[in-house]
């Protein structure tokens, strides 16, 4: 009996042990797993970009670039990535000038790799190295140029770093939040003067970096929201929110100028400011309206129960008088849920109209081509409903033996275009 019941503990220990070597090798396999999320970019650093303001006009710039012969964006790429993810980013300086650096604002980098000079590496013409760090918390960052900043920063050294939830959850932070969809604005000026009197040392390769120069007095006269200001906005659909009701919306909020932003925001939309320079504030707070500081990072939560088209007003205060020198409104435009106010998908190459529609729609091509096209509608659970063939731009669909609800229309060209839409049947 002893020796029965000695028989029956080994067999348990041992199928014990198995169970835990199998937990263990799933654990190490789960902490490999996680350790070995990579992201990898490339930031071109370049002293002979041009922005196009919203009046036509244009300023020399600088930048970062993710290909040789691309004009750098302002702001630059975006860089992101989520929670726990390694971050390898490889800078290269083509410039022909002073060195540059890339200064990882707000986020948790070792010294060696923070991009100040002197404590970190320059990079001189030709030369490239990579940044590594790892993005410990969720949260919205900046990354600049630190070399002659207050200058390579106004030319337009400067991109925001936002680093998602673990695992790419859409929170605000791991466990925190939920948001449907997130916008981020990264504010800024531009004084013209100064791009268009950008000393020619900033153009010699043998300067260090570290000379002295005269500028002019700051005189901001355009105002940006991403790069753009007045109508160039209303077409940028990465800084026009458009929402539904009841929907959440997190919008990440930086400021890289050197005047302070005051946001405001319409009331029906109930902003919630949650966090703050990369971390959950301690309780957030219900406000129409917040500060954003040079360097400072927001986030806020917007929802509306009504359905509604307004604008956030974002002013550009002067910090020496606290008088507001202009300001700049983002559209916002809340619509019922599943109405698809724009259904144009592809840079608006194609639209479909009326929508919601009833008996007929029609589609229409911004481009004339002597094209045709083939149709075809599905329902939103992927069904075929209805194909026609060689139709022309501007032709009347026929969809009233279809019944209400959601579909998607395929539309493929002669020539091999393709365009995916929606819309809705009442
Ligand atoms: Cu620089």
């Known amino acids: ?52 303001l919203y009046n036509g006009d244009t300023a020399t710039t600088f930048g970062f670039a993710t290909k040789l012969s691309q004009n750098p964006p302002i702001p630059g790429p975006l860089i992101e990535v989520n929670e726990g993810d390694s971050v390898f980013v490889l800078a290269k300086n083509i410039s022909q000038g002073p060195p540059h650096t ?45 070399m002659g900043d207050v ?34 604005w990264l504010n800024s000026e531009i004084d013209k003067k100064w791009h268009d009197s950008v000393p020619e040392t900033m153009h010699d390769s043998t300067q260090t970096g570290h000379e002295s120069f005269m500028i002019p007095k700051y005189n901001p006269t355009y105002f940006l929201v991403n790069g753009k200001s007045k109508q160039q906005i209303k077409s940028d659909s990465l800084t026009y929110i458009k929402s539904e009701e009841n929907k959440t919306v997190y919008l990440r909020l930086g400021n890289i100028g050197n005047m302070q932003n005051r946001i405001i925001f319409p009331k029906k939309l109930n902003a919630k400011i949650i966090d703050s320079d990369g971390r959950p504030l301690p309780a957030a707070f219900s406000s129409d309206t917040v500060w954003v500081s040079p360097g400072e990072r927001y986030g806020v939560l917007l929802q509306s129960a009504a359905i509604f088209s307004d604008s956030i007003a974002v002013d550009y205060i002067n910090m020496n008088t606290h008088k507001s020198i202009a300001t700049e409104w983002i559209p916002v435009t809340i619509t019922k849920t599943n109405s698809i106010a724009e259904i144009n998908i592809y840079n608006n190459v194609l639209q479909i109209f009326p929508n919601p529609a009833k008996d007929n729609f029609y589609i229409q091509f911004s481009e004339q081509k002597n094209v045709k096209y083939n149709l075809s509608v599905y329902n939103s659970a992927g069904i075929l409903c209805s194909s026609t063939q060689k139709i022309q731009n501007g032709n009347s669909i026929d969809c009233h033996h279809l019944s209400q609800g959601l579909y998607y229309i395929n539309v493929l ?11 809705m049947l009442d």
């Open 413 to 423: 060209g002669t020539d091999g275009s393709r365009y995916v839409g929606k819309i």
């Open 151 to 184: 200058v390579h920063v106004q030319m337009g050294m400067y991109g925001l770093v936002v680093v998602h939830a673990a695992n790419a959850a859409k929170t605000a932070w791991t466990g925190g939040p939920a948001y449907d969809t997130e916008y981020a």
């Open 102 to 146: 890339i200064h990882w604002h707000g986020l948790d980098v070792d010294q060696a790799n923070d991009g100040t000079p002197a404590t970190s590496f320059e990079l001189k013409h030709t030369e490239e190295a990579t940044y590594k760090f790892k993005a410990t918390h969720a949260g919205t960052y900046i990354y600049h140029c630190h």
């Open 1 to 52: 009996m002893k020796s029965l019941i000695h028989e029956f503990q080994l067999k348990a220990i041992k199928i014990m042990s198995k169970k835990i070597f199998i937990l263990y090798i799933l654990l190490v396999a789960t902490l490999v797993g996680q350790a070995q999320v990579k992201k990898n970019f490339t930031l071109i650093m370049r002293t002979t970009g041009y922005i196009v």
